[in-house]
């Protein structure tokens, strides 16, 4: 077997802390590979003008495998303010490094698991019937479609004369054909084809494999009746090959009351691009919230693995650190089982419920306390020591 290499990318705020960490569970769990260092985020924008330097985009064409930290975003007036002097005024345009990875690599199945873990204090609980509480267990799939939709780039402010003359072509462009040019924002929601059917089928070889019983597509057709309405057509075909999956389908923003009613009804569910966002990280929130939130970015030959929370500057100077790095470990989890490494991946996932579980060692997030410089002091753990724990409870 060819020894992988992973290219790590820290990027920004606790990305540069919690990736490290999950490169020692991945040590201590016994994954032989090599890592190697990449560049991304918003220092190389401030000094290069681009957040994702080529070079980091030859080693990750060159290895095909990525763990990637966090990114800081800032508004559209900001990133040409922090620009270096000598890069300003030569009409450079900030664009997600994570999203312009994504469609470099046509990354377009993105998977986040939201599993609650027995015994953290911030899963989802509900009020009983005949009085006190239950704790359903939720284990839900987020499939979102990851280059398309409203993420696609295709947006202007101020739009040309060429753009909209091909809007005025659509009869519900009319009320706004009276409307400045530099008053106009737009964004473009565009769906193909060939994107749903690869995310739906993603979904359904996945329910199938792990034993999950139905696949939702979460999306809004009644509204977006073209885009929504795609994703919907492709997966009743797609269904015909799955008969023994059930095919649900609800619209997002029902779903966002449904969650927080029945979350354990779902098992695997599909979007595309915002909606998927935002319900993955709504079901996150009734896991433990983004400290537990892990994703995967898969293409047909390269893959990225990452936790869904951003770089929380904020936190960065604490000494010592008190971020959970723990949808960092579960993200490299995810990168095991896609290298097939399985067993590994499972002992990880394993080692993780097992410090939840014995309550012991929990960061401040999994207290319920502030996030701040005397959070040791009120009994959180740090960075490292749960790192240290999961690794003792490798065995």
Known sequence: MIRPTVVTMPGDGIGEIVLPEALKVLDAVGY???????????????????????????LLREHKLGLFGAITSKPKNETVAELSPELRDKGLVYFSPIVAMRQLFNLDVCIRPCRSF?????????????????????????????????????????????????????PKYQPFASVPSEDLAMAIRLFTRNACQRILLSAFDYARKY?????????????????????????????????????WSTNIDAQMMWLTKNPEDYGVIVSGNLFGDIVSDAFAGLVGGLGFACSGNIGDEVAVFEPTHGSAPKYVDLDPSIVNPIAMILSAAMMLDHMGESEKATLVRKAVATVVSDARVRTYDMMRIPGGSNSVEHGAATTQQMTDAIIEALG
């Open 32 to 58: 032989d590979a090599d890592y190697i260092h990449a560049d991304i985020g918003w220092e190389f924008w401030k000094r290069e003008g681009n957040p994702l330097p080529e070079r980091t985009i030859d």
């Open 118 to 170: 027995k015994g953290n204090l911030l899963n989802f609980v509900r009020q009983k019937a005949g009085g006190g509480f239950e704790e359903p267990p939720v284990d839900v799939v987020v499939f979102r479609q990851n280059t398309e939709g409203l993420y696609c780039g295709i947006q202007w402010t101020n739009p040309s004369i060429e753009v909209r003359r091909a809007l005025a072509s659509h």
């Open 211 to 247: 034993g999950y019983k139905s696949v939702t597509v979460c999306e809004k057709p009644n509204v977006l009746r073209e885009t929504s309405g795609m994703m919907e057509e492709e997966a009743r075909k797609i269904h015909e090959d799955f008969s023994d999956i059930q095919l």
